[in-house]
C-alpha cells in the first residue's frame, strides 16, 4: 500500500472517532495559480455538513510546501475572516507552526473539528496535536468553509455544490 494510501485509510478511521457516521459531503483540487496545492475533502454525519462540529477537512497535498509557511498563510487568512487580536494570532501562529510539518506530495493533514469545539490534526496518520480553544477551531476550518472565504469556488465543491 502506498504511502498515500495508508495515510488516508488511517485518517479516515481516525475521522470516524469524532464523526460519526462520517461521509464525504464534498471534495475539490484548491489551485492557487497554476499549481495544484491540495485536494480537499469535507466529511460530516451522513455527508450533511450543517457548518457546525463535529466534521472533518482532510488535505492531501499535491507539492512541497513548507510547514511555517502553512502556519502562516493559516494566519492571514483568519485574519481575513475578521479582527484577530494580536496575542490569538501570535498563540496560534506559534501552536500551528509546531503542528504543520513540512509537506510532500502525497502527505495527508486532517483537522477534526469536535463536537466541543476542539480542534485535533493529524499528520499522515499520526495524531499532531489537538488544540481546546473553540475560537481558534471556528477561525480556523472558517479558512474554508466560511461565507467570507477567500476561495468561494473551493467552498462550493467542499460543500458538494460545486
Do not use: C
Amino acid at each position: 500500500m502506498s504511502n498515500n494510501a495508508y495515510a488516508q485509510e488511517y485518517a479516515s478511521e481516525h475521522i470516524n472517532e469524532y464523526v460519526p457516521n462520517a461521509k464525504l459531503v464534498g471534495k475539490g483540487m484548491f489551485s492557487y495559480y497554476f499549481w495544484d496545492v491540495y485536494t480537499g475533502e469535507l466529511f460530516a454525519s451522513e455527508g450533511e455538513y450543517a457548518d457546525q462540529p463535529p466534521f472533518a477537512l482532510r488535505l492531501t497535498y499535491q507539492r512541497d510546501l513548507e510547514g511555517k509557511k502553512i502556519a502562516e498563510r493559516s494566519i492571514d487568512e483568519m485574519k481575513k475572516q475578521g479582527d484577530v487580536a494580536a496575542n490569538d494570532a501570535d498563540k496560534w501562529l506559534s501552536l500551528m507552526e509546531s503542528i504543520f510539518p513540512d509537506v510532500s506530495e502525497g502527505d495527508v493533514i486532517t483537522g477534526i473539528a469536535t463536537k466541543e469545539g476542539t480542534s485535533v490534526f493529524y499528520v499522515n496518520g499520526e495524531k499532531a496535536d489537538e488544540i481546546s480553544d473553540k475560537t481558534f477551531t471556528k477561525r480556523f476550518f472558517d479558512i474554508w468553509l466560511s461565507d467570507e472565504t477567500s476561495e468561494p469556488k473551493f467552498r462550493k465543491k467542499l460543500l458538494g455544490k460545486g
